[in-house]
């Protein structure tokens, strides 16, 4: 079965500097998707990213990037010039069609932005 | 603008009393999605539904029920909520390639 580990419980980073988020996953699977979302305190989970795990270029949204290693079976993200908005629980998420998408999350990683 | 909408936001229940969730979507997506998600765990997949076909999850206990009686509503229902059933419920829509649309979610107390 298909697991997807986040490692990092909580994260902090200075406004304006740049932190990474980390996130492995385990599949047997050659084509499927992962995604990073983003759920600040009492509001919706929002899409940050997706990557295609059949493209070998890494995704990129403004200041948010990834680092995807399909062999490694790794997928971090890098935000850049963090800001206080950024500050929310960050999920990692695996997804392989199969009639519908059923995401696989993982345990999540709190980001603090500090000022 | 389209969107996922979950009503309530929050909701408090006494244990054993029946208690249903609802969502409504704009987007028109032929899939919808019932997560639940503990403090501090990772979202859990409940049951889906692709147009009026349901399906459940292998673990999603027999006391979680669903209805989907159109393309925008879909409505969880838990039969008699135990202490271990408080936790946020997400609604979500599928897209294309996998993008969900997520509802607020709604934060269930058992009391």
């Known amino acids: 079965a298909q697991t997807v580990t986040q490692s990092q419980p909580e994260m902090s980073v200075q406004e304006a500097e740049t932190v990474t988020l980390s996130c492995t996953y385990d599949?047997?699977?050659?084509?499927?998707?992962l995604f990073w979302y983003k759920q600040p305190p009492s509001r919706q989970m929002i899409l940050v990213i997706r990557q295609e795990a059949y493209k070998q270029q890494n995704a990129t949204e403004n200041r948010f990037s990834v680092n995807f290693q399909k062999a490694a079976k790794s997928f971090s993200l890098k935000i850049s010039d963090s800001q206080l908005g950024d500050a929310a629980m960050y999920f990692c998420?695996?997804?392989?069609?199969?009639?519908?998408?059923?995401?696989?999350f993982g345990t999540g990683t709190r980001l603090k932005v500090l000022a | 603008d389209a969107m996922v909408i979950q009503n309530p936001r929050y909701q408090v229940t006494q244990f054993g009393k029946p208690v249903t969730l609802s969502c409504s979507q704009t987007?028109?997506?032929?899939?919808m999605y019932w997560y639940q998600q503990k403090s501090s765990q990772a979202p859990k997949l409940l049951f889906h539904?692709?147009?009026?076909?349901?399906?459940n999850e292998a673990d999603t206990p027999d006391n979680f029920q669903s209805r989907r009686p159109n393309t925008s509503f879909c409505f969880l229902d838990i039969r008699s909520p135990g202490l271990g059933d408080a936790a946020m419920y997400l609604c979500?829509?599928?897209?294309?390639?996998?993008?969900?649309?997520f509802g607020s979610g709604t934060r269930l107390t058992v009391v």
């Open positions: 979500a829509t599928g897209a294309h390639l996998g993008g969900y649309t």
């Open positions: 539904y692709y147009d009026k076909d349901f399906n």
């Open positions: 998420a695996y997804s392989k069609y199969s009639g519908t998408y059923k995401y696989i």
């Open positions: 599949t047997s699977e050659s084509d499927y998707y």
């Open positions: 987007l028109n997506h032929n899939v």
